[in-house]
């Protein structure tokens, strides 16, 4: 008996650790807009909140720490094919854990193409706007020193 994976063997894993990414930072308003009519699912862990540690590292590259707790809530759904999803997502919105759990699911049949563009694409474009906006709000306070060469050695 073969072990059944989740995740299609033409889809690398990075690729999926991409759109899980993608749907854990979506703005669930937005999430909710692009799929707005839930397809036929079983739930197999209902939506349910609970808290991660989050952990640090000092420098960036130091010895690991705790840093504090997060809430999260996690979903994970089949569909009628047996396709499995899952999702986990900071804060207490279950519809948005829900949904995210959907679109993984989707995202690994056979209209996974047509998902991407629908919904993964959407919810990228978004993200990269956000940022790009973030990071204009932070160049405009940027503060540049210089030293002028006095001429005394």
Do not use: Y
């Amino acid at each position: 008996m073969t072990a059944r994976t989740s995740q299609p063997p033409e889809s690398p894993p990075d690729d999926r650790r991409n759109w899980m990414s993608v749907l854990s930072k979506a703005d669930p308003a937005r999430l909710a807009e692009l799929l707005p009519d839930l397809p036929p699912h079983d739930l197999l862990r209902a939506p349910e909140i609970g808290a991660v540690m989050v952990r640090g590292r000092q420098g960036g590259t130091g010895a690991p720490f705790n840093l504090g707790e997060m809430t999260v809530t996690r979903c994970s759904v089949r569909l009628p094919g047996g396709t499995v999803g899952h999702a986990m997502v900071q804060g207490r919105d279950k519809d948005h854990a829900r949904r995210a759990a959907l679109v993984d699911a989707l995202m690994q049949g056979p209209d996974a193409a047509g998902v991407r563009a629908r919904i993964i694409a959407p919810l990228a474009e978004g993200a990269a706007a956000r940022a790009h906006a973030r990071a204009a709000r932070a160049a405009a306070t940027k503060v540049e020193f210089f030293t002028m060469v006095r001429g005394e050695d």
